[in-house]
């Protein structure tokens, strides 16, 4: 079977099941059923997850360097706008000129890991309340010092990229863990008050320091010595299954799915996934950008900038047309709300749409909320996999208006096209439960104005 034919068919089951769906929704929804067992099942996991310091500082560190991606973004830019000329002044100039428009991009996404390194480690030990930069710093050591940087007496940047970004979550991690058994236990050299505050923290890091570098270059050197491979490149072909099974469609899906389901009931959906495909979606938007550049074909789909600026464009839910929806209704309550949200929607914060409808625990929102993404998801998988649109090639800045993100993500005017197409589909989804949501509204206001 092609993976276009299994593509189709999961759209197809997809619809089938919202069907299905909002037939057991409404059934349910007097009495709660499924909210009392989703929030007994589902609310417990999103709680841990919240709360496990390890995965929210790796879903920080992460964030923490998207600023860094956008940057060296901008340097693709260039390299698209070239190739979408062919030919002319402009083109002659920027291809004249390209090791210059590009040189920040070797310092920037060429670097991602060490960037991931240092805020990883950095967030994990303010959350061990560990003062200073050391555990940082050492954690960038750890990193160096495993992805064997110095090689034959050269410098060897292969790790340094999306290709280390693995390598540097488990350095951060472990330097960070080490330091703080170290604190805890009270294992470094404690030196008298009368000395500045500033020496005595750096004799107190040098104990959880020299563990640290011992541990690391044992490790480095059993990884090149039985493995035949430096560390990272161990790791990687340890999680293959896992980075390769990242960028499909059930993964896609099964992310949206939780995200929306998340939000649904009143937790923050991206922020909470996102501790789990984050670290996936910027390495696959580091290689694309490599690939790019190198003027090879891009391969990955599921890249950060796609999650916010197609599959999220205007919020979780694509509620611009809701809101829209809401601005035009005869129930004043609905109408306030839609006038409220709108612009921060058409900047992609929904927040105040979520809550103020609110969204939360709507059954009459439930099926296109939760589910509608999905078949949009589909769409934009499909699309992307056929060749029909582009794919990413770039990170965006966040919060920019729809079609804005899309066009400055892939250099294709195409997908501009279809993010207003999802915004339309996604408007029709909800226009029958929103008429029916507005029914109620307006028998309730009836009700009190009476």
Known sequence: MEKEDLSIILLTFIIYLTIWSTKIVYEESENGKIQ???????MPIANKLEQQKHIQAIKDGIVASIPIIIVGSFCTIF??????????????????????????????NDMLAVYATYF???????????????????ALVVFFILCAVVKDGQLNTSYLGSTGL??????ALFTVEIYHICYERKWYIKMPESVPPMVQDSFAALVPLVLNTIIAVAIANLSLTFGSVAFPQLIMNVLAPAVTGMDTLPALLIVMFL??????FGLHGPSITSAVWATFAI????????AYTAGQPVQHIFTFGLFYGILCVTGSGLTLGLNILMMRSKAKSLSSVGKVSIIPSLFGINEPLIFGTPIILNPFMFIPFVFGPLICTTIVYLTMNLGLVGKP???????????????????DWKAVVLVFVLLILQTVFYYPFFKMMEKEELQKEQALEK
């Open 120 to 138: 990883i480690a950095k967030t994990l030990s303010e959350k061990y309340d560990l003062k200073g930069s050391q555990p940082a710093v050492t």
């Open 259 to 264: 995200t929306q389901l998340l939000w649904f």
């Open 79 to 108: 390299l698209g706008i070239a190739n979408l000329l062919g030919s002319g002044p402009v083109y002659d100039f920027l291809n004249a000129n390209m090791g210059v428009l590009t040189y920040a991009s070797a310092f920037t």
């Open 393 to 411: 090639i770039a990170n965006p800045p966040g919060f920019l208006p729809p079609g804005v993100s899309a066009f400055l993500m892939t250099l």
């Open 36 to 42: 009392n067992v989703l929030m007994k099942y589902l």
């Open 283 to 290: 390495a696959y938007a580091a290689d694309n950008i490599a």
């Open 166 to 171: 693995f390598t540097g979550i488990v350095a």
